[in-house]
T-cell receptor
Framework: AQKITQTQPGMFVQEKEAVTLDCTYD???????LFWYKQPSSGEMIFLIY??????QNATEGRYSLNFQKARKSANLVISASQLGDSAMYFC?????????????FGTGTSLTVIP | GAVVSQHPSWVICKSGTSVKIECRSL??????MFWYRQFPKQSLMLMAT?????????EQGVEKDKFLINHASLTLSTLTVTSAHPEDSSFYIC?????????????FGNGTRLTVT
């Protein structure tokens, strides 16, 4: 089974609107971290936000929030007040195991286009 | 903090030559570095995991003799594409992992766009 599933290959959103990018994950490890990265056309991977499996509250970082539903194994990224600069590929990722050093599993990505 | 420098950003080389890509963690010690390859509009594909002072662990299907990885210090890992061919043209990106827990994010270099002519 896929560790990380992103079912939206492409999404469009009107500028200033909110958008949700879906991510589901599969793990039996009680300790895991979930991460979202943004990759603009220039190629660099920009870390946006993370959620730990033991975190009780949803993570937020500025206009980014992570809708963490543990029982459903989903970790959707919500971008509020979309800006033209948000147009990029977005990858959901997971790391398993309590101690770091394990590999990250990446989803296939969602291409977000913000329409003026 | 947590800056990873990857060099060069892009390189064009002739078929049959070798190319070395460097990945440096500038302000932290990276116990583990990961090398990825990415094709256009696709996800990152893990090529190998390198730990300082030991041999890299390659993913299935990745030729270890073609993609030589060296992790000589806690701040530097290199990927050498040996005898490059046009099919090796791709975007290569490294990431460095600082010692920490499962909630520690990976820190990425800016990637290297390799074109083999």
């Amino acid at each position: 089974a896929q560790k990380i599933t992103q079912t939206q290959p492409g999404m469009f959103v009107q500028e200033k609107e909110a958008v949700t990018l879906d991510c589901t994950y599969d793990t039996s490890d009680p300790s895991y971290g979930l991460f979202w990265y943004k990759q603009p056309s220039s190629g660099e991977m920009i870390f946006l936000i993370y959620q730990g499996s033991y975190d009780q509250q949803n993570a937020t970082e500025g206009r980014y929030s992570l809708n963490f539903q543990k029982a459903r194994k989903s970790a959707n990224l919500v971008i509020s007040a979309s800006q033209l600069g948000d147009s990029a590929m977005y990858f959901c990722a997971m790391r398993e195991g309590f101690i770091g050093g394990n590999q990250f599993y990446f989803g296939t990505g969602t291409s977000l286009t913000v329409i003026p | 903090g947590a800056v990873v420098s990857q060099h060069p950003s892009w390189v064009i080389c002739k078929s049959g030559t070798s190319v070395k890509i460097e990945c440096r963690s500038l302000d932290f010690q990276a116990t583990t570095m990961f090398w990825y390859r990415q094709f256009p509009k696709q996800s990152l594909m893990l090529m190998a995991t390198s730990n300082e002072g030991s041999k890299a662990t390659y993913e299935q299907g990745v030729e270890k003799d073609k993609f030589l990885i060296n992790h000589a210090s806690l701040t530097l890992s290199t990927l050498t594409v040996t005898s490059a061919h046009p099919e090796d043209s791709s975007f290569y990106i490294c990431s460095a992992d600082a010692p920490g827990l499962y909630i520690s994010p990976l820190h990425f270099g800016n990637g290297t766009r390799l074109t083999v002519t």
